[in-house]
């Protein structure tokens, strides 16, 4: 990133964080108390779906949780640990991305916007748009080279772990986020040819006696057929 792209990400993300700070008592909504009273009881010993009953997924509540141990049972505490994760996911994705200026775009029209559409409250719609946004990022707008590393494969994972306990139909939106990964693969067509061999069975010959056995052992280790 250049030194300009690198002082403007950073003088946005002190914006935001500013903003968000500025609006972070505004408002309430019913799905945000659902999560801070069943956090504050998971605190004190009460189980999730045993003594607690929800048709929601888990995270928002043990997040809940832990803020409050952390930080104290309050809703700003709750919220400001939601902000705490926001400013690291845009930071990771400021590092990540090849495109600093549409990401510094996107974030200054968001940031007048997000309290309207209830971004600081905790709710499950929070953590699977922070989760979809890094997953988003990370799979659009990331090098090639950078997309098959390590430390990014796991903040991909990261991220779709974020999204998928937290909104059931976060899968989807995950799922093709990594099928799109997959055919960014500098061989798609090679990679998928590797798969189908895995998958479908071809028959071969067991001592020369012609019997028929799935062919999995020249997919796994070509040239070293029985």
Not at 47 to 52: A, E, I, N, V
Not at 74 to 93: G, N, Q, Y
Request: with cysteine; glycine share 8%; charged share 15%.
């Amino acid at each position: 990133m250049k030194p300009i792209d690198r002082w403007l990400a950073s003088l946005l993300v002190g914006l935001y964080f500013a903003a968000r700070c500025w609006f972070i008592n505004a408002g309430y909504f019913v799905d945000e108390a659902d999560n801070l009273a069943w956090g504050r009881l998971i605190g004190q010993g009460f189980g999730l779906y045993r003594d607690l009953f929800s048709h929601h997924l888990p995270l928002p509540y043990y997040w809940t949780a832990l803020a409050f141990r952390l930080f104290g049972p309050s809703v700003f505490s709750a919220r400001f640990s939601l902000l705490l994760i926001e400013i690291l996911t845009l930071a990771l994705a400021f590092r990540l991305t090849t495109r600093p200026r549409a990401m510094a775009l996107f974030l200054l029209a968001w940031t007048p916007l997000a309290h309207l559409y209830w971004a600081h409250m905790v709710t499950l719609y929070a953590f699977s748009r922070l989760g979809l946004f890094a997953g988003l990022v990370t799979v659009l707008f990331t090098p090639t080279g950078e997309l098959y590393r390590l430390r990014t494969s796991l903040l991909l994972g990261l991220a779709a772990g974020l999204t998928v306990t937290a909104d059931a139909f976060g899968w989807v939106p995950m799922g093709l986020l990594y099928l799109w990964r997959f055919i960014r693969r500098p061989v798609p067509a090679r990679t998928a040819a590797e798969l189908l061999l895995l998958i479908i069975p071809r028959p071969t010959r067991v001592s020369g006696r012609g019997l028929p056995v799935a062919g999995f052992n020249r997919a796994l280790a070509p040239g070293c057929g029985l």
